[in-house]
C-alpha cells in the first residue's frame, strides 16, 4: 500500500530486459515520490526468454558484443573480471584475452543482466525508491478503472492489486498450435531443451532467422559431435546412432542470416532517429504521412553517401525496390553456404581490420531509424516495407555470430544441413498420425510434397494479434484496439480491399490496414478504438507492437523505448519532498 497519498504506484509486469531498462530509467529519474512492483514468472531478474533456460542452452551465443549494450551499470568487459574462474571455464572464456568486442554464451550473458538487476536494486534503495519483487508471479489480467485512475492486475490464483500505472513488458510469447498434440511437432525451438533429443532422420525447419540457429546449433550437438581439423577449420561428425540426422532449413528464397561484421557505431545510429518536430514537419507536408522513401534517403542513403561514395554511386538513383532487387539478385545467384562461407571470410576481415561493411550497418541504422515513426506510414508504404525492404533487412541484420556460421558449414560439409528455397504459398501439413508434409514449389516451379518426422517451427518471434492478448480486461473492456494504418490513396485502398482481409474500411469512409498487434502512440501508450490515450497503461510486450514497431528486438530497441515510456509516466508526478 502507499506510504504516502502522493506516492505513485507502478507495476512492471515481467522482469526480463525491457523491465531492466525501464527500472533504470525509474532509478534515475531523481524521483523518490514513486513505488515500483515488479511481477516475474522466473526465479530472478534481468535475463527474460532469451537469456535464461527458457530460451538459452549452453551453446547459444549473443549476436551483441559488449560494445554494442546499451549503458546500464558496469560495462560487460569490466564485469567479467568478476565472474568465478569455474564459471568462465564452463563456457572456454579466458579474462585476459577478454574485450569490448566480444560476444558472450546466453547464458552467461543472463547472469550479466541479472547482477546489473541487483546493482540497480541496490540504488534504488539508496535512493528511497520502495521496491518490491514478485517472484514466481504470473499476472493474468489487467484491467482500467478509469473512474478512480487506477489500474487493476489479476494474479495467479486470484490475488489483485491496483496500481497508478502499469508497465506491461512481459517478452517473448510463443503461442502452442499443434505441439503436444502431433508428435514431432514443434511449435518453436524454446525451451531449446526440448530438443535434446536424437534422431535417426532428417529433421524439417522452417525459417533460417537466428530462431533456426538456435535450434540447429541444439539439434546437432545432441546428434554429433564438432571438431577443428589440422587448419583450424571446424568440422562434424554425426553419431554412430544417428547416421541419419540431418536438418533441412525451408527458407523463402533460400537465404541464410548475414554474419557479425565490425560496427563503426555500435549503436546504429541512435543519434540519427528523426526528431519528433522533424517527423511532423514532413508529415505536415505529405497529407499527415511519413513517406518510407523519405526515410530512406535520409537514414540509408545518405550514410553511404559519406562513408562509401563509390557505393553510392551504384544505388543512389535506385527506389527501395531496385536497391533490393539488387541485392536479392546478388544473394540469390549464389548457393546459400558458399555465400554464408564467403561472408564468413569478409566479416572476419572487417572485425579484425575495425572496418565497416558500410551498406549492411547503414541498414542496421535504417531499420533502427524507421521502427519509432513507422506508425505515420501509409498502409501502401507499409506494405512496400513488409514485402520488399524487411525481408532484406531481416537476413542482413541478424548479425550471425560467427561460430555459429562455422558450425554451420561444418554440418553442411559433412552432410547434415541443408537449405531449400520455398515461396510465401509454401504449407506445412500437420499430420494426427506424427510429423508433417511440406507442401511448395521448387526452384522449376514444380510442386513438391516432402514428408518430414520432426518438424521445428523457427521463423522467429510471431507479430501476435489484437484478439491473442493475454490480458482479456483489456480486450473486452476496449482499452485497447487494433493497430491500423491507414491508406493515402483511397484508390489503392480500395483496390487492397478486394484482395486483402486486413484492409478495411472504418466509419468515415477512410481505407485501412489492420496491422497485428495494439494501438500505441510515441510513448507506447495504450490507445483505444477512438483514438484516445490512456495515461496509465504502457505496452512495451514485443509481440504485441510489431504492427508499429516492425524491428522491436533487441536491447537497443528497450533502451530506447524505455526513455519514451518513462518520461511519458512521470511527468506531472510529484516532486521529491
Known amino acids: ?7 505513485l504506484r507502478i507495476a512492471v509486469l515481467g522482469g526480463g530486459p525491457s523491465a531492466l531498462f525501464i527500472y533504470k530509467r525509474l532509478i534515475e529519474s531523481g524521483k523518490n515520490t514513486i513505488e515500483i512492483d515488479i511481477y516475474e514468472k522466473a526465479d530472478r531478474l534481468g ?19 559488449g560494445n554494442e549494450i546499451p549503458d546500464i551499470v558496469t560495462p560487460v568487459a569490466e564485469w567479467i573480471g568478476s565472474v568465478p574462474k569455474d564459471t568462465l571455464d564452463k563456457f572456454g572464456i579466458d579474462p585476459a584475452g577478454f574485450n569490448e568486442y566480444k560476444t558472450l554464451p546466453r547464458l ?40 478512480d485512475g487506477k489500474v487493476n492486475i489479476t494474479l495467479n490464483g486470484g490475488r489483485k492489486a491496483e496500481y497508478d500505472r502499469v ?39 522452417r525459417g533460417s532467422s537466428l530462431t533456426a540457429i538456435d535450434a540447429i546449433r541444439t539439434l546437432g550437438r545432441y546428434n554429433g559431435t564438432f571438431g577443428k581439423d589440422q587448419r583450424g577449420q571446424y568440422t562434424y561428425q554425426a553419431d554412430a546412432a544417428t547416421p541419419g540426422f540431418r536438418i533441412v532449413m525451408h527458407s523463402r528464397n533460400g537465404l541464410l542470416p548475414a554474419l557479425r561484421f565490425h560496427l563503426e557505431d555500435s549503436h546504429l545510429g541512435k543519434n540519427t532517429i528523426m526528431s519528433p518536430e522533424e517527423i511532423a514537419e514532413v508529415r505536415a507536408h505529405n497529407e499527415g504521412f511519413l513517406p518510407l522513401d523519405h526515410v530512406f534517403d535520409r537514414n540509408f542513403k545518405a550514410g553511404i553517401r559519406k562513408n562509401d561514395p563509390g557505393y553510392y554511386e551504384e544505388i543512389k538513383d535506385l527506389s527501395i525496390e531496385g536497391f533490393v532487387a539488387k541485392v536479392m539478385a546478388l544473394r540469390e545467384r549464389v548457393d546459400a553456404f558458399q555465400l554464408l562461407a564467403a561472408e564468413y571470410t569478409e566479416a572476419e576481415k572487417s572485425i579484425k581490420r575495425r572496418q ?18 513507422a506508425k505515420y506510414f501509409s498502409a501502401e508504404d507499409m506494405l512496400r516495407l513488409k514485402r520488399e525492404l524487411m525481408p532484406l533487412i531481416s537476413v542482413v541484420i541478424a548479425y550471425l555470430p560467427q561460430s555459429s556460421a562455422a558450425e554451420m558449414l561444418a554440418m553442411h560439409r559433412a552432410g547434415h544441413l541443408d537449405i531449400v528455397p520455398v515461396g510465401d504459398d509454401s504449407e506445412v501439413e500437420p499430420l494426427e498420425t506424427g510429423g508433417i508434409v511440406y ?5 522449376r516451379g514444380e510442386s513438391r510434397h516432402d514428408s518430414y518426422q520432426t518438424f521445428v517451427d523457427c521463423i522467429g518471434q510471431p507479430h501476435l494479434s489484437y484478439e491473442e492478448l493475454p490480458f482479456r480486461g483489456l480486450v473486452e473492456d476496449k482499452t485497447v484496439s487494433r493497430a491500423r494504418i491507414y491508406f493515402r490513396d483511397p484508390q489503392k485502398g480500395a483496390e487492397e480491399l478486394k484482395n486483402n482481409k486486413q484492409a478495411g474500411q472504418d466509419r468515415d469512409g477512410r481505407y485501412f490496414l489492420t496491422v497485428p498487434g495494439i494501438t500505441i502512440n510515441d510513448s507506447f501508450q495504450a490507445v483505444d478504438e477512438y483514438n484516445a490515450l490512456n495515461e496509465r497503461i504502457y505496452i512495451m510486450a514485443v509481440p504485441f507492437i510489431g504492427g508499429y514497431n516492425p524491428d522491436y528486438s533487441g536491447l537497443d530497441f528497450g533502451e530506447a523505448a524505455s526513455a519514451a515510456i518513462v518520461k511519458a509516466l512521470l511527468e506531472g508526478a510529484p516532486l521529491n519532498p
Open 1 to 7: 500500500m502507499k506510504t504516502n497519498p502522493n506516492t
Open 47 to 65: 535475463a527474460g526468454m532469451p537469456y535464461s533456460r527458457a530460451g538459452a542452452n549452453d551453446e547459444h551465443i549473443t549476436n551483441v558484443s
Open 108 to 147: 552467461l550473458f543472463g547472469q550479466y543482466l541479472a547482477g546489473q538487476f541487483k546493482l540497480l536494486q541496490n540504488k534504488a534503495k539508496e535512493s528511497g525508491i520502495a521496491t518490491t519483487v514478485h517472484y514466481h508471479t504470473t499476472v493474468t489480467d489487467v484491467a482500467d478503472n478509469p473512474a
Open 167 to 205: 508497465i506491461i513488458c512481459t517478452g517473448h510469447l510463443w503461442p502452442k498450435t499443434q505441439e503436444g498434440k502431433i508428435p514431432g511437432y514443434f511449435d518453436s525451438p524454446y525451451p531449446p531443451s526440448k530438443l535434446a533429443f536424437k534422431a535417426n532422420h532428417a529433421i524439417a525447419v
Open 356 to 373: 565497416s561493411i558500410y551498406w549492411k550497418e547503414m541498414l542496421g541504422v535504417l531499420s533502427f531509424a524507421m521502427n519509432y515513426p
Open 439 to 443: 507442401h511448395y514449389k521448387d526452384e
